[in-house]
């Protein structure tokens, strides 16, 4: 064998460790991207079960909650101001399941399923629906997102808030 042929040899096995690195690395990525897409899921989950919990484990929440929402109880100024913190909390909530699933890092159709019962839900009690009038401006939210809430409520506006 040549040295010429040697040559050859050695650059057809460096193209090959090339190419098998490249596919090393990219199923690394892949690994590494559903680890990240995980804890965005898990991330995603510790703040809803937050709300959920606040509200499951405290009575006096539950009740505020109820009542306020459906403008059964007229609130004072602090428990007003406990509805409407509950409420921004679902709206941001909502938001990041939104956010992530317009960034791809969640399924397309998660933000739909996952928020348009309960946020829907939430936003057409009357105290809801009056909180959402100006929540846009007040919470900070982004014109594309509350876009997208207006659009499910619109297509839900006969469905019941119970």
């Excluded at 098998?20 to 680890?35: E, K, N, P």
């Excluded at 909180?131 to 619109?154: E, H, Q, R, S």
Aim: charged share 20%; hydrophobic share 45%; net charge negative.
């Amino acid at each position: 064998m040549s040295l010429e042929q040697v040559f050859y040899l050695a650059q057809i096995a460096a193209s090959v460790g090339v190419v098998l690195s490249l596919i090393f690395v990219g199923l690394q990525l892949r690994q590494s991207t559903a680890a990240l897409q995980r804890g965005e899921h898990n991330s995603t989950m510790e703040q809803w079960t937050a709300i959920r919990m606040g509200i499951a484990l405290n009575r006096e929440v539950s009740e505020l909650i109820t009542d306020g929402l459906q403008g059964t109880k007229p609130l004072d100024a602090a428990d007003r101001l406990r509805v409407d913190m509950l409420l921004n909390e679902y709206a941001w909530a909502s938001f990041h399941i939104w956010d992530r699933t317009r960034r791809g890092v969640f399924p397309p159709g998660t933000f739909e399923f996952s928020c348009d019962w309960w946020l829907g839900r939430v936003l057409r009690t009357p105290v809801g629906a009056e909180w959402w009038k100006t929540a846009p401006t007040n919470a900070g939210l982004i014109p594309p997102f509350v876009a997208d809430v207006n659009a499910m409520l619109a297509t839900h506006d006969s469905l019941p808030a119970n």
